[in-house]
């Protein structure tokens, strides 16, 4: 009976997406517009607007494939890890910065650390390892407008700094970020566009991640 009520009634199975709301598309062009006005307004260059995000990444989390004979029509299967970090990743349009790695860990003194003087990450600690308010006020303040700042008197450029990011509940209000620098401000992406425009949600997440897993696979393999 239900499969004779959803054919006449036209439903049908569809994916879920997971972050794109309906009108997101309408919404994505809305804020395009919004947001190069204000790009030429302000004269930004590529050089001068960066986008940051976070991401979950299940560092021992092993491939889903496996290489097998033609004998064979199964793989053993195995205990999934769940051992995850948060990573924050922060670039400029234009690709020439890339601002060290954000990594949030559940451990402080990790073995692997011993007799480590310097990482080439910055690298806190939190239970839940999700990145939190405090974390990123203290990253934007101490971080990002220290290490933007450095390269832009190195290379003799002026003017101000935009960074874009989607909105969410560990991302302080952009009231708070936009007054510890009158050279830099934030400005958030509506909630229901974020998966449509994030530019680290197109590709260059997942090419972490790939690398992530390829690294511990040659490690350990």
Known sequence: MLKNFKSHHGIRKLQIEGESLPGGKNSAHKFKVT????VEEEGYSRDDVYNVDETGV???????KSLASKREFTAPGFKVSKKRVTAMLCANASGTHTLPLLVI???????????VSCLPTLYKVQKSVW????????WYSKDFIPNVKKLREREGKTGKVLLILDYAPCHPPVEILNVID???SVMYFPPNITALMQPMDHCVIEKLKRIIGNKYCEDYF
């Open 35 to 38: 947001f190069l006005q204000h």
């Open 58 to 64: 299940n560092w021992k989390a092993l491939p889903r």
């Open 105 to 115: 860990g559940k451990s402080k003194k990790l073995r692997c650390f011993k007799n």
């Open 131 to 138: 990145m939190n308010s405090a974390f990123f006020s203290e």
């Open 182 to 184: 009158d050279d830099f």
